[in-house]
């Protein structure tokens, strides 16, 4: 069993080729090609192990974060985006609120002036890395089997096999899941939470955890909101008090209605990273 | 469920500690504002840890309360739900305390 998800046989990772060919680690050594990503992990608790008493009977005080191992490696992959001028994201939602069809829009309009990679976090298929490979992006499809969330050793890994250039953008779209994913630090620079309007304006107040710590909330589908109930002026107070400081914008992947606010805040954020 | 993810990250963090150990007590520490619920990491405890060290060890749970401090006008006051209103009206808090998730301690046989 994976020791950071739980989940039964651990995480799949595969990446394709220029030549459309799918390559997981164990079918393809990487030995062969060094795709230079972060380091392997060493010392991640920042202090020496070895010497705790070990009496019998003996309580031993430990005072150690449960996740202080997934928040390492979170911190060495922070560093390894960092020193290339890397603008990552962590894109989290529920299942269908439209992650995968905002990025497509994305690299379709904004393609000619971001290089954007995307690690793709599902439990099965390379449906979604299928679809932004056809939108031009270099893609790496976690498979996370029963997994319910990708963690910090998955996106080492994931950016090892996709090797993405100095100065790019990369998506990390997590497993679609408003809970278990808000727990673990991928190493990105920012958390985008979409919202979609036919979810209901009470997913915020409901899922306080994973939109507490958003740095920007999408909400998404407006193009529906003529034929729904949603009350957009209640999810954004409610998301004012969740996460005061969270940017929120509202838009439609479909018809592009919003999606310059969007676009406004990924420009500004790449010329942020590039500027160090 | 998380909280099979979370005893996993127990069991490795205190097998990496002490390794060959055999565990007879862990103490968690889980706030209120931590996203783990204490009563589903104590049903899968026994389960997440077979096999391991920390089989057949008994499971103690600290659970803070959340407490908070508001920019705004400087009370101190203790939320009554994860959205952290002040009674002044402001959402510009500081967590005091209720987001710990951590390994106190164990004991070793």
Redesign the interface.
Same mark, same amino acid.
């Given at each position: 069993?994976?020791?950071?998800?739980?989940c039964a046989d651990g995480a799949r990772i595969r990446h394709q080729h220029d030549d459309g060919t799918w390559y997981s680690p164990s079918a393809h050594d990487h030995g062969a090609h060094d795709h230079g990503g972060p380091d392997e992990e060493h010392g991640t608790?920042g202090h020496d192990?070895g010497a705790?008493p070990?009496?019998?009977?003996?309580?031993?005080?430990?005072?150690?974060?449960?996740?202080?191992?997934?928040d390492a490696l979170a911190r060495q992959n922070r560093d390894w985006l960092r020193g290339r001028g890397i603008l990552a994201l962590n894109l989290m939602s529920s299942p269908g609120a439209g992650k995968t069809t905002l990025l497509e829009r994305t690299a379709h309009d904004l393609g000619a002036e971001l290089a954007i990679a995307v690690i793709e976090g599902d439990q099965e298929t390379a449906l979604d890395a299928g679809r932004m490979r056809a939108a031009g992006c270099h893609v790496v499809q976690v498979n996370t089997g029963t997994?319910?969330?990708l963690?910090a050793v998955m996106v080492r890994d994931a950016l090892t096999a996709l090797d993405p250039p100095c100065g790019s953008v990369v998506v990390i779209e997590n497993v679609g899941n408003l809970?278990?994913p808000?727990?673990f630090d991928l190493g990105e620079a920012h958390r985008v939470v979409l919202a979609s309007v036919t979810e209901g304006a009470d997913k915020p107040?409901k899922y306080?955890?994973m939109f507490?710590r958003a740095d920007l909330v999408v909400v998404s589908k407006t193009d529906l909101l003529p034929y729904l109930d949603f009350d957009l002026a209640r999810c954004t107070a409610?998301l004012?008090?969740?996460s005061?400081g969270a940017t929120v914008l509202p838009l439609s992947a479909r018809s592009g209605d919003g999606t310059g606010g969007w676009y406004g805040w990924l420009r500004q954020r790449v010329a942020l990273t590039s500027a160090g | 469920?998380?909280e %099979?993810?979370? +005893?996993?990250?127990?069991?490795?963090?205190?097998t990496?500690?002490?390794p060959g150990?055999t565990v007879?007590?862990v103490h968690?520490e889980i706030g209120a %504002?931590s996203? +783990?619920v204490a009563d589903s990491i104590r049903f899968c405890f026994d389960l997440?840890t077979e096999g391991t060290g920390l089989e057949g060890a008994t499971l103690e749970i600290t659970e803070p309360a959340a407490r908070c401090r508001c920019r705004a006008c400087g009370a101190e006051f203790q939320p009554d739900?994860?959205?952290m209103?002040c009674r002044c009206g402001s959402?510009?808090v500081a967590v005091l305390a209720g987001e710990e998730?951590?390994?106190?301690?164990?004991?070793?046989?």
């Open positions: 069993m994976c020791a950071t998800c739980g608790n192990h705790h070990r009496e019998h009977g003996q309580t031993v005080t430990l005072d150690e974060k449960v996740l202080a191992r997934n997994g319910c969330h963690d809970v278990c808000a727990l107040v306080p955890h507490r409610d004012a008090a969740i005061p | 469920m998380h %099979l993810a979370i +005893v996993e990250s127990v069991v490795d963090a205190v990496r500690r002490l150990a007879t007590r968690l %504002l996203g +783990v997440a739900s994860p959205i209103l959402a510009d998730l951590k390994i106190l301690s164990v004991q070793v046989a």
